[in-house]
């Protein structure tokens, strides 16, 4: 979930199991750092997300790679989703 405050930009999301990110929560993650003007350390403590992986996230945008992250991954069933909302 994004929300603003006070013109800036947050989000907030439940923890997800196993590190599995939504494709869209990847974009928008790489948003705030390429364009929100947030630094990695600053974006990646407001997501509670570990620094490294958005960098990942970033440099693979910046190949135009961010798309094939996590394709690897089976989806989570609903049941999987409904133990972290």
């Known amino acids: 979930m994004i929300e603003r405050r006070d013109g800036g930009v947050t989000m907030e999301r439940a ?16 948003r705030l750092v390429t364009e929100g003007g947030l630094s990695a350390a600053e974006a990646s403590t407001r997501l509670s997300l570990p620094k490294s992986t958005l960098e990942n996230w970033v440099r693979a945008a910046k190949k ?6 996590g394709k690897s991954h089976r989806p989570l069933t609903e049941l999987e ?5």
Do not use: Q
Request: glycine share 12%.
């Open 15 to 30: 923890r997800i199991p196993h590190g599995r990110y939504s494709k869209e929560f990847r974009e928008e993650a790489v």
């Open 64 to 69: 135009g790679k961010l798309g094939e992250i």
């Open 81 to 85: 989703r409904s133990w972290h909302r």
